[in-house]
C-alpha cells in the first residue's frame, strides 16, 4: 500500500525544487505526498479538519471573553480560518506557460447542495460575482469552480479549497442567509457570505496564487468586504472581528511581522494579522478605488513571465508603487514600511504585543506575550505583566483593577493576559491622553487610551483618539460630502459626533491640528471605512539638537542624553591643551578588586544611560550637538551584580519611581523590585552639600547609583519614565518606606562647612524584621566629610553601611537602632533630627552615644553635638543607639454574589448582593460595548440579595438576535465608591 503522508506547513513555503521555478503557496496550505485525495489520505484530512475545529473553538472561546470583557459586542462574528489543500506531487511542476492572464471567467458548479440551497447560493452569486469582477478584476483564467456542501459533521471550518481541481468545500448555509421566502438575499448575520466571497477570489487568483499571507488573505479579504457593502447596504463589517480598520493606528505595531500567518502558538495572533492585513489593504484601496483591479491586471502580466513574482515581496512592491505612489499623504514605499502586518521579517526572541479596545471611561486591554523561533514557530510565554498608568501631564494613576496581569502558557488562552482598567476622580475635567505601558520579561510596550473621547452609549463619537506632542489646541477633521466642525484637544484626547452617525464608505480624512500658541498647523491624514475611526495622531517632530550645559564646580556625578557628534572629550570640556588634567572617571562593575573605576584618558566614549564622576575647579558650560531620544525610545540600562552607576538618557527629567526592572523571568516596577530586594533606590549625588540622596527626580545630565543585589544581570528601562513626572513624586518614597500605619525618623549629621549625611529608620507594614528590600545600603564613599548610617542588625559582624532600617512592627518594650557617623576631617559634628511627628505619641526615643553613655530624649531637644578628631588616613568613627520605648480595613463596597440564571424565553435574571447599601446599574452591552439596555435598581441593601430579570429585549422593547451578550453590573455607593463586575450570557 503506498503510504500517505502530509505536512501542514507553517511557513511560506516555495513550491520549487531544484531548479525548476514554481508559484509558492500560502502558509495555511496543506499539502499530501500522493496522487489521490481518497483512501489513506481521506483519513489525514479528517485529522486535519478535528485540528480546524478545535481552533475554531478556541477562537469562538476568546471571542466570548472578549464579550466578558466588554472589548466587543455579543454580534460580533469570528472570521473562518480556510486551508489550501494541495498534492505534494504538485510541487515539482512550474506555472503553466502563457502569455498573459486575466480576462478570465468563472462559472460555477454546485455539489451536494438541495435544490433550495443550490438557488439560494445561485442568487447570492449573481449579486455577487460581477462585482467582484468591478473590484477585483476578471479573473486570472477560465475555469469552473465546483461547490462542495460541506458538513459540520465532517469538521469543515472555513473553508477547503483545492486549487488543482477547483473544488471549494464550505459549511451549510446558515438559517439567515435569505430572508426566509428565498425571494432574495438575507441579512447574514453569521457573515457565511463574507467568508464564501473571500474563498472565491483566492480562485480568481488561479494558477498564480500569491505566495505571501498579507497579500493573498488580506487581498481576498479586504475586496470581500467592500463587495459586501455594496450588495447589501445594510451588512454590518462593523461585527466582524477581524474588522480592525477603526482601531488600526493602536494595533499597528511591530510584533506583527511575520512571514507567515497560520499556524501561530496562539491563535488570535492569526485573527489579528489576517485582520490587520486585511484593514492595510482597505486603506489602500481608500486612497484608489480601483486598486485591486489595477494591481492584478499589472500581476497577471508580471507573473506569466517571472514565475517567482508570486512570492516575491519586492517585486510586488514595485507594482503596487506604480499604481498607488502615495498613501496617507506618505511616498508608498515609506508608508508600507510602516505597516508592520505587511512585513516578512521574522522578529526572533520574545515578543509583546498590546490589543487595546478603548470604552468610554475603561479600557479593555488584551496582552500577548510569545517566543518567536528562527523558523518563525511561536510559543506562549508565561510572565506577569507590570503595567503603569500615567495621566495627560504624566501623573501616576492607579486604577482599581491594579497594575499587574498574569499571563499563563497553558489552559484556555496561552500567552494572553486581560485587564479592564477604569479611571475615576483623576481630575475636573476627565477627558484626557492617559499612557499606558506593559513591561514583561524581556520586552515592554506603550499604548495610549482617549479616556472620556469614545463618548456615552448613547451617542457615541465616530472619531475620537490622542495627540502626542500636545495636550491642547484645535483639530479640524476634513470627511468628503461631510462638514464636521472642529474640535478642541481636551488634555491630549478628543473626540467628535458626526450629524450623519457611522461612516458608511471608505475614503481618506484629513486632521488639521492648529496648535493654542497659533504656530504653523499641521496635516495629518487617514484612510478610514465604515463605523468609527480612532486616530492615534502625533504633531511631534524630532531632529538633531545642539544642548548647553553647565555643570557645577566640586564633584558631581553627570550623565549624557546623546553621545556628541564627533567632539573630544578632553576637548568639550576645555581641557584640549592639557588633557591629563582633566578628572573624569566611570564605575565598571565588572572589574577585580574593590576600585573598580576607569579614569580618563582610558574612557573614550560618552555613553547615554552611563554616569561620571567629574571633578571642576570652577564652573564648567559645555554644547554639544546630537539627536536626543524621544522618550519612547526603547532603549533600557544594563544592572551588572553589585553596584552601577546609572545616568538619565533623555535631556528631561526623569522619575526614577516611574521606571522598570527587567529580571530573565519577570518585571518589576521600581517600588516592587527594591521591595523585592532586587535593587537599590536611585542614589544621586548633591555636589554643594556634598552627600548622596535619594531624590524625587533625576534632573537631566544627572546620574546616580543603583545597587543590584540579586548576583544576575538585570535590566533598567527608562522609556516613558520622563513623562511620569507626578505633581509629588516624593509621596513615593514616603509610600514604600512608611505607608499607612507606619512612620520614619530622618537622622541627620551635619558640619560647621555645610557638610552632611542622613539615614532613615522606623516601622513600615512592609518591612520584616531581618534584612529586607526596605533596608537600602548606601553607594560607595567619595571623597571626605562626614557619613551617617545605620548598622543594620543583621550585618552588625559584616560591615555594611546603610541608609534606612525598617522594621515590621516594634516588641512589647519598643525596639531600638544604632548607627556609625564617620568623619574624615577634626571638626564638630551636630546631629539632629527635624521632625518626630509621625512617631506616635506613646512612644518615647531616646539617643544614645555609646563612646561616652551621654544620653539625649529627642522629644525635647532637637541636637546632639560633639567633637570629632578624623583624618583621610584615619578617620574618627562614632556609634550611636536610638533607643524607641512605649511611654506608660475592610473595603467600603464589595460584591457578595453576582450569577445569571438563564430563563426561558431568552432571558436572564441575575441574583446580586453587595456587603453594603448601593444603587446598582446592570448594562447589558454588544461584544463591540453597544449598549443594548440598562437596567436600574436604587437602594439595595446591605447583604440582601436581589434579582435583576432581563427579558431579552433592547432598550426599544424588541427581542435582540441569538447570540453572546454581556452583563455589566455597576454599584456605587452614597460616597461615590464603584465596583463592577461582568457576566456573559448566550441568549438562545
Known amino acids: ?127 455577487a460575482y460581477p462585482v467582484l469582477v468591478n473590484i477585483y478584476g476578471p479573473p486570472a483564467a477560465d475555469g469552473t469552480l465546483t461547490l462542495v456542501k460541506g458538513g459540520y459533521f465532517d469538521g469543515i471550518e472555513g473553508g477547503e479549497f483545492a486549487p488543482d481541481t477547483m473544488r471549494l468545500t464550505i459549511e451549510p ?47 481576498a479579504r479586504a475586496a470581500a468586504a467592500i463587495t459586501m457593502q ?23 505595531q511591530r510584533a506583527l511581522a511575520t512571514p507567515r500567518f497560520f499556524g501561530s502558538g496562539l491563535p488570535q495572533m492569526t485573527v489579528w494579522r489576517v485582520g490587520m492585513a486585511m484593514s492595510a489593504w482597505m486603506k489602500i484601496y481608500a486612497e484608489q478605488p480601483d486598486l485591486f483591479r489595477a494591481f492584478n491586471a499589472a500581476y497577471y502580466q508580471r507573473v506569466a513571465t ?17 499604481i498607488v505612489p502615495a498613501v496617507e499623504g506618505v511616498p508608498f514605499m515609506d508608508w508600507f514600511a510602516q505597516q508592520y502586518v505587511l512585513q516578512t521579517t521574522v522578529q526572533i526572541g520574545l515578543q509583546v504585543y498590546l490589543y487595546p479596545v478603548p470604552l468610554h471611561d475603561n479600557l479593555s486591554l488584551q496582552i500577548y506575550y510569545y517566543l518567536v523561533g ?162 492615534l495622531l502625533s504633531v511631534r517632530t524630532q531632529s538633531e539638537e545642539t544642548l548647553t550645559q553647565t555643570f557645577l564646580a566640586g564633584t558631581s556625578l553627570i550623565a549624557f542624553p546623546f553621545t556628541p557628534d564627533n567632539i573630544d572629550i578632553a576637548t568639550l570640556f576645555g581641557y584640549a591643551a592639557n588633557p591629563q588634567d582633566l578628572q573624569l572617571a566611570e564605575w565598571d562593575p565588572l572589574l577585580a578588586g574593590d576600585d573598580k573605576y576607569v579614569r580618563y584618558p582610558q574612557i573614550t566614549t560618552l555613553t547615554p544611560g552611563k554616569g561620571y564622576w567629574l571633578k571642576l575647579p570652577a564652573h564648567k558650560t559645555i554644547q554639544i550637538t546630537g539627536m536626543p531620544l524621544a522618550f519612547d525610545d526603547p532603549h533600557a540600562v544594563r544592572l551588572e551584580p553589585g553596584w552601577n552607576l546609572v545616568g538619565n538618557l533623555y535631556n528631561s527629567t526623569l522619575n526614577p519611581w516611574a521606571t522598570i526592572v527587567l529580571s530573565s523571568t519577570a518585571s518589576y516596577g521600581f517600588s516592587n523590585a527594591i521591595l523585592a530586594g532586587q535593587i537599590s533606590p536611585w542614589w544621586t549625588y548633591n555636589t554643594t552639600k556634598q552627600r548622596y540622596e535619594v531624590k524625587t527626580t533625576i534632573a537631566p545630565w544627572e546620574a546616580g547609583w543603583i545597587h543590584n543585589a540579586t548576583g544576575n544581570v538585570l535590566t533598567l528601562v527608562q522609556q516613558g519614565a520622563n513623562r511620569a513626572l507626578a505633581r509629588a513624586t516624593g509621596d513615593e518614597m514616603q509610600r514604600l518606606l512608611g505607608g499607612e500605619g507606619g512612620w520614619l525618623v530622618n537622622i541627620q549629621a551635619a558640619t560647621p562647612d555645610g557638610g552632611g549625611d542622613s539615614a532613615t529608620f522606623g516601622v513600615s507594614r512592609s518591612a520584616r524584621r531581618g534584612l529586607d528590600g526596605l533596608d537600602w545600603m548606601k553607594p560607595p564613599a567619595i571623597g ?59 512612644y518615647e526615643l531616646r539617643l544614645e552615644d555609646l563612646a561616652t553613655g551621654e544620653r539625649s530624649y529627642m522629644r525635647t531637644t532637637g541636637a546632639y553635638s560633639y567633637m570629632a578628631a578624623g583624618t583621610p ?21 464589595s460584591f457578595l454574589d453576582c450569577r445569571v440564571v438563564q430563563s426561558r424565553g431568552g432571558g436572564a435574571t441575575i441574583r446580586v448582593a453587595l456587603n453594603a ?64 463586575r461582568s457576566q456573559v450570557i448566550y441568549r438562545r
Open 1 to 127: 500500500m503506498i503510504a500517505y503522508r502530509y505536512w501542514l506547513i507553517l511557513g511560506m513555503l516555495c513550491l520549487g525544487m531544484g531548479a525548476a521555478l514554481a508559484a509558492p503557496m500560502p502558509s495555511n496550505t496543506l499539502y499530501f505526498d500522493g496522487a489521490s485525495m481518497r483512501g489513506a489520505s481521506q483519513a489525514l484530512l479528517t485529522a486535519h479538519r478535528a485540528r480546524q475545529r478545535d481552533r475554531a473553538r478556541a477562537i469562538e472561546q476568546f471571542r466570548q471573553t472578549l464579550v466578558q470583557h466588554g472589548a466587543v459586542s455579543p454580534r460580533t462574528v469570528a472570521p473562518r480560518l480556510d486551508t489550501f489543500i494541495v498534492e505534494r506531487q504538485a510541487a515539482t511542476r512550474t506555472l503553466p506557460t502563457r502569455n498573459a492572464y486575466g480576462n478570465g471567467t468563472l462559472t460555477f458548479a454546485f455539489e451536494g447542495w438541495t435544490d433550495q440551497e443550490q438557488q439560494d447560493l445561485q442568487l447570492f452569486l449573481s449579486l
Open 173 to 219: 448555509l446558515p438559517a439567515d442567509f435569505t430572508d426566509g421566502a428565498h425571494t432574495q438575499y438575507g441579512p447574514d448575520a453569521s457573515h457565511y457570505g463574507l467568508n464564501v466571497l473571500h474563498l472565491i477570489l483566492h480562485a480568481f487568483h488561479v494558477p498564480v496564487l500569491i505566495g505571501l499571507d498579507a497579500w493573498e488573505e488580506g487581498m
Open 230 to 252: 455594496q450588495i447589501n447596504p445594510a451588512f454590518e463589517m462593523i461585527y466582524a472581528l477581524d474588522y480592525l480598520l477603526p482601531l488600526y493606528d493602536y494595533l499597528n
Open 306 to 322: 517571472d514565475p517567482a513574482a508570486s512570492g516575491n515581496q519586492e517585486t510586488l512592491k514595485t507594482l503596487l508603487f506604480g
Open 374 to 535: 528562527a523558523d518563525g514557530s511561536e510559543t506562549p510565554q508565561a510572565g506577569t505583566a507590570t503595567l503603569e498608568y500615567l495621566s495627560f501631564d504624566n501623573i501616576p494613576l492607579y486604577p482599581e483593577e491594579g497594575n499587574q496581569v498574569s499571563i499563563l502558557a497553558t489552559g484556555y488562552f496561552p500567552g494572553v493576559g486581560f485587564i479592564n482598567p477604569s479611571f475615576y476622580n483623576i481630575g475636573e475635567t476627565p477627558t484626557q491622553r492617559i499612557t499606558v505601558r506593559v513591561t514583561v520579561p524581556g520586552r515592554s510596550a506603550i499604548t495610549y487610551y482617549p479616556f472620556y473621547s469614545r463618548g456615552p452609549d448613547e451617542s457615541e463619537n465616530q472619531f475620537f483618539g490622542v495627540v502626542l506632542g500636545a495636550n491642547s489646541g484645535s483639530l479640524g477633521i476634513a470627511v468628503p460630502g461631510i462638514v464636521v466642525p472642529a474640535t478642541s484637544i481636551v488634555q491630549g484626547a478628543f473626540g467628535r459626533q458626526l450629524a450623519t452617525g457611522d461612516l458608511t464608505f471608505f475614503s481618506p480624512v484629513l486632521f488639521n491640528y492648529t496648535p493654542d500658541s497659533g504656530g504653523a498647523p499641521i496635516t495629518l491624514r487617514r484612510n478610514v471605512g465604515p463605523g468609527f475611526y480612532a486616530p
Open 784 to 842: 571626605e566629610g562626614v557619613r551617617l548610617a545605620l548598622v543594620n542588625p543583621d550585618r552588625r559582624m559584616h560591615g555594611g553601611a546603610y541608609a534606612t532600617d525598617l522594621r515590621g512592627d516594634l516588641g512589647m518594650r519598643g525596639d531600638d537602632w544604632e548607627f556609625e557617623v564617620r568623619s574624615t576631617q577634626p571638626s564638630q559634628v551636630t546631629l539632629h533630627w527635624p521632625s518626630l511627628r509621625e512617631v506616635p505619641p506613646q
Open 873 to 893: 588616613e584615619q578617620p574618627d568613627v562614632r556609634r550611636f543607639r536610638v533607643a524607641v520605648t512605649p511611654r506608660g480595613a475592610e473595603r467600603p463596597l
Open 917 to 980: 447599601d448601593a444603587d446598582i446599574t446592570m448594562d447589558v452591552r454588544s461584544p463591540t460595548g453597544k449598549l443594548i439596555h440598562t437596567i436600574r435598581v436604587p437602594a439595595s441593601r446591605a447583604n440582601e440579595p436581589i434579582v435583576i430579570p432581563w427579558d431579552g429585549r433592547s432598550v426599544d422593547a424588541k427581542l435582540v438576535p441569538a447570540g453572546t451578550y454581556l452583563i455589566l453590573i455597576t454599584a456605587r455607593n452614597r460616597e461615590g465608591f464603584t465596583v463592577r
